[in-house]
């Protein structure tokens, strides 16, 4: 920072889930690196239960450097592996790190003390009003046409293929404050009391079938920040207003020296034009509910000659990803345990909520029992590299390494909350591995799952049957892995995962895609609760391939 140069500062007034607030005051920008400080900090704000976005947003905006913010947040001295958990905000009032100064001499007049005490507590009442977290009491249609009602904070749950078009007019009949972004239109609208106040057109999205494709779904606002600084792109986000993990809508994003990114698709976040971004932003709350939408999830008109027949396993499905007609069915909406189809749900959070990129260094306790041993304490290895094992060889220790980032508890809350996001209504996780027998879904529920990954995060798929040798994280770098799929020879297999365990018995969730009439129809097979898999699976699949 050059001499004479001013830096603006403020103070900023967060709630979040207590009444009584957290109070977060910005320290001037830092003249000197104070790493033991900054530790400290952050040591002390999450023992006091601050969540680690309020944490990490304040200190940037204080004027730390946001390498340092990243390396103390993940240090073991202010997060030691055993106390990693999920934090909820505690309405605590802190006092960031002082900067380090050098030793000087200040003389300060009383006018100017007065002055600084009454902008500070301008600027504190307008932050109150601007960033509080609002709590939505909305009342949702559930399959069956009987109305559920849930509180927003806990996130609802999504029932049925049509649940786009029931909830946004439940949302408009109920007069709530809401976002939809119809990814398909290409358009973004804002609700006030159920009327459309403002609609403005998506300039770009993620591209479909990458690694940052954007999510389909019911998310909310989590925060609003002027200029965000994204680590991952190194790119300025003019109005962001992040949606869910890594997923951001904002405005057209610029580099530090002033040049637009050029045209394209974006990260996965939803980009506007930064004028349109600007007034989107100076509409929606924190906490608002947004309607993700995507035509992938709504039915088509494509119709199959159905056929009978019956299979020994406890539960399972055969049907069209793309216009969910069933070939088969059977006990699709009975809850039992899934096994290793845990990991599907544990690779896409695992993707939408840490960069990809991130190395882990593997400790002694997180080399669990696993079918095929592959990491060793000390080892240093990305997200990324984790994903093969885990989806390949089912690895025990792959899950667990990606879990400890957030913090188990944290990340099981997350594989649940994104559930619930995507419909899957009847399932509930208590590991990263799908160990635990109360790891439970349905047939009903794994489809949503199947349908989310093929249209949202192909690229879980392309690994599971060992099709990724190549992305723009590089090779991967663990050689030799086996593929437990059942169908990884078969030309028509898109991917999937297995499982098995004594309470669920052999389990099995893998897709195709079937050329038709010129077309390609995907087509997912899960059976659970089986005594051969691989039998059962084929069975079904012989019985679909009967409709071609």
């Known amino acids: 920072m050059l001499r004479g140069e001013w830096r603006n500062w403020h103070t900023r007034t967060t709630q979040n889930r207590v009444p009584q607030g957290m109070w977060v005051r910005l320290p001037p920008r830092p003249l000197m690196k104070g790493k033991k400080v900054l530790t400290e900090y952050v040591k002390s704000s999450r023992e006091r239960g601050v969540q680690e976005y309020f944490i990490r947003q304040a200190l940037v905006d204080a004027g730390w450097n946001r390498d340092q913010v990243d390396d103390a947040m993940d240090s073991e001295e202010a997060w030691p592996q055993e106390a990693r958990k999920d934090i909820e905000n505690g309405g605590a009032t802190l006092k960031l790190p002082k900067r380090i100064l050098p030793k000087k001499h200040f003389i300060i007049s009383l006018p100017r003390i007065l002055s600084l005490i009454f902008v500070v507590a301008i600027i504190g009442m307008v932050a109150t009003s601007f960033y509080q977290d609002r709590k939505y009491e909305i009342v949702l249609p559930d399959g069956e046409g009987n109305l559920s009602s849930f509180d927003y904070g806990s996130w609802p749950a999504l029932e049925d293929i049509a649940f786009f078009e029931k909830v946004k007019q439940r949302f408009i009949d109920e007069e709530i404050n809401f976002v939809e972004s119809d990814l398909s239109a290409m358009t973004l609208r804002v609700y006030k009391e159920g009327e459309m106040i403002k609609e403005v057109p998506i300039a770009s999205k993620g591209n479909e079938g990458s690694w940052w494709e954007t999510p389909a779904g019911l998310y909310k606002i989590q925060g609003k920040e002027v200029d965000h600084f994204s680590s991952f792109g190194q790119v300025h986000m003019p109005w962001s207003m992040p949606f869910q993990g890594n997923f951001f809508i904002h405005g057209w994003p610029y580099y530090t020296n002033g040049q637009l990114v050029a045209q394209g698709y974006s990260g996965g976040c939803i980009r506007l034009s930064t004028e349109d971004a600007e007034a989107v932003f100076g509409l929606v709350e924190v906490g608002m509910p947004v309607l993700v939408y995507e035509k992938d999830f709504i039915g088509d008109s494509f119709k199959y000659e159905l056929l009978g027949n019956k299979l020994t396993a406890q539960n399972y499905l055969a049907a069209d990803l793309a216009n969910n007609f069933a070939f088969a069915e059977k006990d699709s909406d009975v809850q039992v345990p899934i096994a290793s189809l845990t990991k599907l749900m544990t690779a896409i959070v695992a993707s939408e909520y840490i960069n990809i990129e991130k190395e882990i260094t593997i400790t002694q306790d997180m080399l669990v029992e696993t079918s095929i041993p592959r990491l060793y304490a000390g080892q240093k290895i990305s997200v990324f590299n984790l994903l093969y094992p885990l989806l390949m060889e089912s690895s025990n220790e792959a899950g ?60 879980v798929l392309n690994i599971s049957k060992g099709g990724a040798t190549q992305s723009i994280y590089g090779q991967p770098i663990l050689y030799g892995l086996q593929n437990f799929n059942v169908f990884v020879n078969d030309s028509e297999f898109v991917g999937g995962k297995v499982g098995m365990t004594t309470a669920a018995g052999e389990t099995i969730l893998s897709v195709f895609e079937f050329k038709n009439g010129g077309g390609v129809r995907p087509v997912v097979i899960i059976a659970l609760g089986s005594e051969n898999r691989a039998a059962d699976a084929q069975t079904l699949l012989d019985y679909v391939r009967l409709s071609y």
């Open 400 to 459: 667990v390494a990606m879990s400890r980032i957030l913090g188990v508890t944290r990340f099981v809350d997350l594989m649940n909350e994104k559930a619930d996001a995507i419909g899957m209504n009847d399932t509930r996780f208590v590991d990263p591995n799908g160990s635990g027998a109360e790891n439970v879904s349905t047939v009903s529920d794994l489809f949503q799952l199947a349908k989310y990954i093929y249209n949202n995060r192909s690229f």
